[in-house]
């Protein structure tokens, strides 16, 4: 029997080491402390290029980080 394992990648604050989401109320991003609430991405290429949109209005690019 295969199983399908979905991938989920977070983006990852480097400088702070918090994760970053969208807040539900005013859809802004913000900063959590756990992965599991964290704004979750099934395709490494989506997580990739989020992260580089927002680094080009921070003054850091998140880190891309795999859960398992």
Same mark, same amino acid.
């Given at each position: ?13 480097p400088? $702070?080491? +918090?994760?970053? /989401?969208?807040?539900? =109320? ?20 989506? $997580?990739? +290029?989020?992260? /580089?949109?927002?680094? =080009? ?12």
């Amino acid at each position: 029997m295969t199983t399908t394992h979905l991938e989920r990648y977070v983006l990852r604050s480097p400088k $702070a080491g +918090t994760y970053f /989401r969208v807040n539900d =109320q005013d859809q802004r991003i913000e900063n959590v402390d756990s992965p599991d609430t964290a704004w979750a991405f099934h395709s490494h290429e989506g $997580a990739i +290029t989020h992260a /580089r949109w927002m680094g =080009q209005i921070m003054d850091e690019t998140p880190d891309v980080v795999m859960l398992r």
